[in-house]
């Protein structure tokens, strides 16, 4: 599950570098279609999160130069 945790992290970092932002819904999408549910849950709110340990592995990797929208539900290059 590591594995693919990291390699999930490492497209969402590709995306954010490529486009500028990332919305939640399309790594959701992304991660369901290529990875399956078990990188996703349910969060309080009702709203599909994605895995911790992937959102982990993400912040590492973009080291604080992606800043995440609460409202907007997207990561931003900074």
Do not use: C
């Not at 078990?38 to 599909?48: P, R």
């Amino acid at each position: 599950m590591q594995e693919k945790a990291e390699e999930i992290a490492q497209w969402m970092l590709s995306v954010v570098k490529e486009k500028g932002i990332l919305k939640q819904e399309d790594v959701v999408s992304h991660i369901k279609e290529h990875y399956g549910a078990q990188y996703l849950y349910v969060n309080d709110l009702g709203h599909t999160s994605i895995d911790k340990e992937v959102k982990k592995i993400y912040k590492k990797l973009h080291k604080g130069r992606v800043a995440w929208d609460r409202d907007g539900f997207f990561w931003a290059w900074t």
